[in-house]
């Protein structure tokens, strides 16, 4: 299949997307002065703003590109957990299956930006452990959705109490028999990637890939060890090792070939914020059109270098990434 043939193809597919939910925060202002309490910066705040985060920005982009995201998971019962459940309803997205819990805060990154520079970054991550309960409705009602489901994306950003191993585990055998050839799509975390077994795509940065096995050195064979590594620990059909300013790698767990890809930079890179998120959108969307892993990855990586040469969290449709495709031709 072409480019052109996928994102036709992709048009209203329903891609079920599992993971944690996450508000991006960043205050702007001006650093005019030190602080009277202590040798730090003080920031005037003159604006704020607030994104989904996490699973919530693969959301979106599902939505804009033309499929029918079904997001699926836990937010607590918080200002940050009802703006979530508003930003979904206000975008007309499904939020039935999104639990709102008590006993657990919803994870939020903030940014303090003054002068065009970055000062600080605060993290909140879920407290604690998520309660079982909890955890359990989220299988239930992952397992539970009516209509057809074409993908699904297992998203892990390492934001603590969601993905232990029972959960991933459990859910993961629940869907292969709910959801039978349906393709699995999944973002590990590097130090739990060993539990995505027998899905049909894991997904790692090259850097996260090789911190799973402590290397620093970044060459063809410590790569294709880790490759090789991760195939045969998981038993996943194919593994993708992503790097959209050098060289993307593709290992099957059927061929000793390894597939190289280097896509050139037509623009200048303005913002890595939306890479990660544009291509799991967009391998989510090609695998629920049937696309073979290659044309999936590759269209996936021309997506995220289009994605990283816009402004920041800029969400462009399907209309625009095809023409943006063919003026590369």
């Known amino acids: 299949m072409n480019f052109q043939e996928i994102i036709e193809t992709w ?7 599992i993971g944690e939910a996450l508000l991006d925060k960043y205050i702007y202002g001006v650093a005019n002065k030190i602080s009277p309490d202590a040798p730090v910066p003080n920031i005037k705040i003159e604006k704020t703003d607030i994104f989904l985060g996490g699973i919530g920005l693969v959301t979106k982009f599902i ?9 699926c998971t836990a937010v607590g019962n918080d200002f940050e957990g009802s703006y979530f459940l508003q930003e979904l309803h206000n975008l007309n997205i499904d939020s039935s299956h999104v639990i709102s819990a008590k006993g657990i805060k919803t994870p939020q990154i903030t940014r303090i930006k003054a002068m065009d520079q970055h000062v600080l970054r605060l993290e909140t991550n879920y407290e604690k452990e998520i309660p079982s309960q909890t955890s359990e409705s989220i299988c239930n009602s992952a397992c539970s959705i009516s209509d057809s489901v074409d ?31 349906v393709p699995i799509i999944a973002r590990p975390n590097f130090d739990n990637y060993y539990l995505y077994e027998d899905v049909d795509l894991i997904k790692m940065t090259l850097f996260k890939a090789l911190q799973t096995s402590s290397i620093e050195c970044c060459t063809e064979t410590s790569i294709s060890i880790v490759g090789k590594k991760i195939i045969t620990n998981t038993r996943a059909k ?5 790097d959209i300013e050098s060289t993307s790698y593709l290992f099957s767990k059927n061929s000793e070939r390894i597939e190289k890809i280097e896509i050139k930079l037509k623009n200048p890179i303005r913002s890595y914020i939306a890479v990660g998120s544009t291509i799991m959108a967009v391998l989510g969307l090609a695998c629920a059109a049937k696309a073979s892993p290659m044309e999936a990855v590759n269209l996936a990586l021309h997506a995220a270098l289009y994605s990283a040469s816009v402004p920041p969290i800029e969400f462009f449709n399907s209309e625009t990434l095809l023409f943006h495709l063919n003026s590369l031709q």
Not at 63 to 71: E, Q, R, V
Not at 151 to 170: P, R, W
């Open 238 to 242: 194919n593994v993708f090792f992503n």
């Open 11 to 17: 048009k209203d597919k329903k891609i079920l997307i």
């Open 151 to 181: 993908a699904i994306l297992f998203l892990n950003y390492g934001l603590g109490g969601l993905f232990n191993e029972q959960f991933i585990t459990t859910l993961l055998t629940r869907l292969k028999t709910v959801y039978n050839k």
């Open 63 to 71: 939505k804009s590109l033309g499929g029918t995201p079904i997001p």
